[in-house]
């Protein structure tokens, strides 16, 4: 019996190894699917124009911004969702979670699951301003100021990508920034590496918090990694009790579609609130708002949760 235990926790090593090794392939497939990609777009613009120049200095380059938006597309959807799937799918011995299962009340998981991340914005708001203040000892000043120097880079990047110069620009900007990371994201996140770590740990908290700071650390941004792991934390727990890739992918593109929306609007001048303002988030409107999502967390685990995941149940009792 202990041989047996032995040997399928081995398969499930190998079996979450494999998912990384399949994140990994597809940095590198994403990377020259979105170079491809870009390249056709420049030369058919027939400008001149270089995917990497445009890709490495895109402010220099105002005119490109939906070329670099479909660089990014192709390059979320291969890097996240493609290949790891067919990575998975034909080297995996271990079903992938299926993306179109819906589950029981899920209209009512909906609207809980949409209460609770809009609930969250302002502790997450908190939590960035709280992120941006950490200071780092003496000894690390260099990698303080690497690390804001790339927090600099990125944020340019992002200021650069979401200033739409059209209503249309905008609805495309959503697919590539909302719909598609919320699908990819979350299907490797949540659905292939939460998935393995708990079979390895055999503890939910584990394998969701780990997922999380899994999930944030790979976006490579230091002063943006506190609130994202809170967030990937409660998507995490969202798809354990709901058993349904559906409600964490709707979370995500909630998080990502409310926000994109808020910042266009309020440029557009048909919203007063800047979004983007976090330093006037009062501690105790934080606090009120975590008491408020923990509170809304816990009914809904009363009101749904599974056990475990069905993906997961389905793989013990594949293993039995």
Not at 26 to 54: D, P, Q
Not at 217 to 224: A, E, R, S, V
Request: negative net charge; aromatic residues 14%; glycine residues 6%.
């Amino acid at each position: 019996m202990e041989g047996v235990q032995k040997s399928t926790t081995y398969r499930y090593f190998v079996s979450f190894a494999l998912v990384l090794i399949s994140l990994l392939i597809g940095l590198l497939v994403g990377s020259f699917a979105s170079i491809a990609a870009g390249t056709v777009l420049c030369i058919a613009k027939g400008e001149g124009v270089e995917v990497l120049a445009l890709v490495n200095n895109s402010k220099d380059y105002p005119n490109y911004r939906t070329t670099l938006l479909v660089i990014q597309g192709v390059y979320s959807l291969f890097a996240f969702l493609i290949t790891p799937y067919f990575v998975v799918k034909f080297l995996d011995r271990f079903p992938s979670p299926s993306l179109n299962k819906i589950p029981h009340s899920w209209i009512f998981m909906v609207f809980f699951t949409l209460a609770i991340v809009f609930m969250y914005f302002p502790l997450s708001s908190y939590l960035v301003v709280l992120n941006q203040n950490i200071e780092f000892p003496e000894a690390l000043s260099w990698l303080e100021k690497s690390l804001q120097e790339k927090e600099g880079i990125l944020q340019e990047m992002t200021l650069f990508l979401t200033d739409f110069e059209s209503f249309p620009q905008f609805l495309l900007g959503l697919v590539i920034i909302a719909v598609i990371p919320a699908i990819g994201e979350e299907y490797l996140f949540r659905g292939l590496i939460q998935n393995r770590l708990l079979l390895l740990s055999k503890n939910v908290h584990v394998a969701v918090w780990v997922s999380a700071l899994i999930f944030s650390g790979f976006h490579m941004q230091f002063y943006g990694l506190l609130p994202r792991m809170m967030l990937g934390g409660l998507f995490g727990y969202l798809y354990i009790w709901s058993g349904s890739m559906l409600i964490p992918i709707v979370a995500h593109l909630f998080n990502n579609g409310f926000t994109l929306s808020m910042m266009y609007f309020y440029r557009t001048g048909e919203v007063p609130i800047n979004i983007e303002e976090t330093e006037n988030v009062p501690w105790e409107i934080a606090l009120l708002s975590l008491v408020i999502v923990i509170g809304l967390m816990l009914t809904f685990k009363k009101k749904y949760a599974l056990t475990k995941p069905n993906e997961i149940s389905q793989l013990e009792q594949n293993n039995e």
